[in-house]
C-alpha cells in the first residue's frame, strides 16, 4: 500500500465534548479510518458513521452498562477491545473505513448527545481505494455491528421478540422473523447479549423481573439449543427496597462486549447465515414479577455482522 508519509503511517483526530467531527483526507489523497473511540459520553445516543452522505456505521452508545463497543479503555475495564479490535483480532476481519479522494467521512450523536471523538487513520495513495473494499461507501461487503433490544414495557413474564434494530437504515431487519430481500446476504459472526433485572418497586413492594435466556430462530427453527432455551442471559437480582436495574452478569454464554475481554468464545463457530427469502427471529425470555411494567431498554443484544449488498443496490443503498 504506497503511503504518503508527511504525518508518518497513522494520523489522529480528535474533538472534546463534540456532537460530531468530520474526516477528510487532503487534496491528493484518500484515507482509511482504522479506529473511532467515543467516549464521555453526556447521554445516551446513537452515533452514525457516513461516508460521502451514506452511512456505513450505527453505535448505541449508553451512559451506562457493558455494549459501548467504542469507548476507550476504562480503569475497570483496561483489557476490553474496541469493535474494530475485536473484529481483527478474534474475527480476523478488518472493518476499516475507506474515505476516498474527495469524500469526507463524519461521526455525530443523532440525538444531540457531545462526547470525546477520536479517530486514527492511514493515508494512502488514492488507487489504494476501490468498491471491491470491506466498507467502501460504493461498495458491496460491510462488516458493521447490528444492535437488537425490547423497547416497549412488559407487563407479564414470558417470551418475547425483540422489537428494536439498530443499524443503518440500509440492513434489513434481522430480529423480528422478516424474510431477508432477494439476494442479500447476512452472516452473523459473533453475538453479544447484556443481561437485566428490573426491581419496578410498584405500590411500595418488591417486584423482580428479569432476562433469563435468549431464544433465537431461523425459518421457525430454534437455533443454539435441544431442550427448548437458548443461550443463559441471566443478570443478578435487582436490589430490594427500591426502583432499580442491574445488568451486572450472572449467568451468561455470549458475554456482553466489554466484559468478553476479547474472547473468542462469542465468536459463532458456524456462523449464523441468512439468504434471501430467509429469517431470523431473537427473543427475550422474561422471568420474575412484573407488576407495575419492566423495562428492558437497556438490555442491549450486539450481533457482529457481515452484510453483502445486491450488486444492483452497489452505491445505491
Known sequence: MALKQQIGPRGYLNGLAVATLSYQPPFDRAGIIRTILVGN????????????????????????????????????????????????RALGLDPSIPVPLGMTATIASVGGATADIQIEFLEVDASDLNAGQTN?????????????????????????QFDTQIAPPWVPALFTNTPLPVNWAVDILAMFFEALSNNSFSGAANHVGGTQDIHIFKNQTQLLSRVGHGPLNKSVAAAAGSANIVTTPLSQMYAPFENDFENADNVLDVPITLRGGEALQVLHDLVGDFTGGEVFARALAVFICKVTVPASSGGQL
Open 41 to 88: 459520553i453526556s447521554a445516551a445516543d446513537n452515533w452514525t458513521v457516513t461516508v460521502g452522505g451514506r452511512e456505513i456505521m450505527r453505535f448505541r452508545l449508553l451512559t451506562t452498562d457493558n455494549q459501548r463497543i467504542i469507548l476507550p479503555p476504562i480503569a475497570a475495564a483496561a483489557a476490553k477491545p474496541t469493535f474494530f479490535d475485536y473484529c481483527r
Open 136 to 160: 467502501h461507501y460504493m461498495g458491496q461487503s460491510f462488516l458493521v455491528p447490528v444492535f437488537g433490544s425490547l423497547n416497549a414495557s412488559q407487563a407479564a413474564a414470558g417470551i418475547v
